[in-house]
């Protein structure tokens, strides 16, 4: 009887055993899994600022419009690649001959750069086989003057910084005023040429060009010159 009842004494202690172990031993394997799997809250708060950081990255990667004209050039065109140049960012350029409205040429060192103001055209004045367009003169002396006064820079967009010509696509700054802008608002030129990576100021621009159509300015004040298509407006090439 004694042995008996050592026995089942036994087997208790055995199935309290085994319980505690099943027990405490899930739950702390449990706790341990938990905390590998969640972070503290320290770790929490870092994270998040990690991804503050990286948003506010993002969002001041690209400035307003009219951040980017206030800002002060950060390189000069000699220590930049222009085959990857830097974007949004103001590059000095000097050394430069006017060719029209919407053109001209930068020279550095030993290399002569052709550049095109983006998103902006205006009449002809020099095109092979093609007359000068009406307001063409004006356009391409408003653009010769405007150079002449210096403190030009250059600044290029998300996209494709050369187009099928091999001129580099750029916006452009006398000091902190857009060359583009004052084209358009003098209705010297008109929004066109809007290719995606290269318009991330298209709104900006119709603005300016709002402007000038609003008091009939430049070119808007001679009927049926600008024509509209659904995307943009032109020039017409048979006005005289």
Known sequence: MKKKQTGIASGLVIVLLVGWQLFFGEGFNKSKNDNSQEPSQEQVIKNEQTDNGQSNQQTDKIPSFTSL??????????DVDLNNPPRF?????????????????????????????????????????????????????????????????????????????????????VGTDSLQGLLLEKGLGVVRYINAGGDTYQKDFLNFQDKAKSVSAGAWSKNDYIKKTNRYYYFDYDSK
Request: a positive charge; aromatic letters at 10%.
């Open 69 to 78: 004209a206030n800002a002060k050039s950060n390189y000069e065109l000699k």
């Open 89 to 173: 960012a103001k590059i000095a350029v000097a050394n430069i001959r006017s060719v029209d409205g919407d053109t001209f040429v930068i020279y550095s060192g030993s290399s002569e750069i052709r550049l095109r103001m983006l998103m902006v055209d205006t009449p002809e004045s020099v095109k092979k086989g093609m007359p000068v367009q009406p307001f063409g003169k004006d356009a391409s002396n408003y653009t010769k003057n405007a150079l002449k006064k210096g403190n030009v820079s250059i600044a290029f967009d998300q996209g494709e910084v050369k187009d099928q010509y091999d001129r580099y696509l750029a916006y452009v700054f």
